[in-house]
Nanobody, 123 residues
Framework: QVQLVESGGGLVQAGGSLRPSCAAS????????MGWFRQAPGKEREFVAS????????SYADSVKGRFAISRDNAKNTVYLQMNSLKPEDTAVYYC????????????????WGQGSQVTVSS
């Protein structure tokens, strides 16, 4: 299984932007569908976005559509999540996920997960 390490979280004011990234190692990156999930305190982990192996297809949760953009650089084995117009309710630990199956990624059943990166949005 591929190993995933997130970075680029942090503290930002409402309306600001962040761009966490997730670096993969130990596997053939372009064989994996990639996704981002988040988990806020006291809540279940929820799907945020996914991207196909080539990067040509993306999908988003309704709560982030139009504000967040997922992308990948297969040459750098890295996936990104550009987060704009951040809101306090976006505060959560953000996890990246990888699997060969789109269904497993979007349903939270990926075989590989990162350790998470905290994103805090202050009002």
């Amino acid at each position: 299984q591929v190993q995933l390490v997130e970075s680029g979280g942090g503290l930002v004011q409402a309306g600001g932007s962040l761009r966490p990234s997730c670096a993969a190692s130990g596997g053939t990156f372009d064989r994996y569908v990639m996704g981002w999930f988040r988990q806020a305190p006291g809540k279940e982990r929820e799907f945020v976005a996914s991207i196909s192996r080539s990067g040509g297809k993306t999908s988003y949760a309704d709560s982030v559509k139009g504000r967040f953009a997922i992308s990948r650089d297969n040459a750098k084995n890295t996936v990104y999540l550009q987060m704009n117009s951040l809101k306090p309710e976006d505060t959560a630990v953000y996890y990246c996920a990888a699997d060969g199956s789109l269904a497993k990624v979007t349903t939270g059943k990926s075989g590989s997960w990162g350790q998470g990166s905290q994103v805090t949005v202050s009002s």
